[in-house]
């Protein structure tokens, strides 16, 4: 909590001071014990459990520097406090935003700008722009850094909060600052903020890939895949090792076999690390689309993504061009 050390403590004298305090405790005192009594009817809880917290609520809301303090910043926190007494790395809270957007991929669509990225390290990296996305039309690549965001360094600040920052509301503009491989300055973009639908069919309908290591178990096909999860997929080495491993794929291919163009691939990591169920979702050419396809195909496997601790199947896009 920003200046959570800063309590405002004023020491009054006289009697006509000590008066009004008085009056003000026994108040205070009084909407205390009744906010702990009704508390406690309702979690048949005894009488004067919850007493300590309604008196610091009252305490912050009265003295604390900074106000107004906004009420459910406070019982936000103290959600979060009491699971993480537990110690149970499998219960936690997920303030309604963040599970609106972790849950993107079964509401089929969410607003920001339409992109891949990638929240495992300490800074939010994009894996890849979605096709005809905000994020594509105005030229972010796969392995930008955020680093900024309408002129707010997000340098040590946890990418999942830097994503949270990249959300709101359809129609608004923001400004990224991308921190870009090769170039010597940040390079700014100004993106407006649209409804980026999650189209699961995109996935089923497009042309599937045969490789016997790299098919869906069968015994799983119904199972739930998701888009975005609480901790994404991470490539074995982490995604500069993606990188580094496609470009020199890419580059291998593209002498190969004289192409040049791009195709965008889908596929999904399985619970196990596992690259499956490959399919080329746009490409320039057949060709160009088979070749892109055994890139993914031959992909190292990865660290699993998870939702509230649990291993899941995450589906992915990633554009390969030659």
Not at 51 to 62: D, G, H, K, M, R
């Amino acid at each position: 909590m920003k200046n959570s050390s800063k309590l405002l403590v004023f020491f009054t004298a006289g009697i006509i001071a000590a008066l009004l305090f008085s009056m003000g405790f026994v108040s205070g005192r009084l909407s205390v014990s009744n906010s702990s009594a009704r508390l406690a009817s309702e979690t048949g809880q005894d009488k004067d459990t919850f007493e300590p917290y309604t008196q610091a609520w009252n305490i912050l809301n009265q003295n604390y520097i900074d106000q107004p303090i906004d009420p459910q910043v406070l019982i936000q926190g103290s959600i979060r406090g009491m699971l993480d007494e537990l110690g149970d790395p499998y219960t936690n809270y997920i303030d309604p935003q963040t599970y609106a957007q972790e849950n993107a991929s079964l509401d089929g669509e969410y607003t920001g700008i339409g992109a891949w990225v990638d929240t495992s390290g300490e800074r939010l990296v994009i894996i890849s722009p979605m096709p005809d996305s905000p994020a594509e039309n105005a030229g972010l690549l796969p392995g930008d850094v955020v680093v900024a965001i309408d002129g707010e360094s997000m340098e040590g600040i946890d990418p999942t909060i830097v994503l949270d920052n990249i959300l709101g509301p359809e129609d608004t503009t923001l400004i990224i600052a991308i921190e870009r491989e090769g170039a010597d300055d940040l390079l700014e973009f100004e993106l407006k903020r649209e409804i980026i639908g999650i189209d699961q069919n995109s996935f089923s309908q497009a042309k599937k890939i045969t490789h016997p290591a790299n098919q869906p178990d069968k015994a799983k096909s119904d199972e739930k895949i998701f888009f975005i999860v609480e901790n994404m997929p991470e490539y074995e080495g982490g995604f500069y090792a993606l990188g580094q491993y496609v470009t020199g794929m890419q580059e291998k291919i593209a002498k190969t076999e004289n192409l040049k163009g791009e195709a965008y691939i889908g596929f999904t990591i399985n619970p196990e690390g596992k690259v499956t169920d490959v399919k080329i979702m746009e490409s320039d050419s057949e060709q160009i689309g088979e070749q892109a396809a055994k890139i993914v195909m031959n992909m190292a496997d990865w660290e699993p993504g998870a939702q509230r601790g649990v291993a899941v199947p995450v589906d992915f896009a990633i554009e390969i061009v030659f």
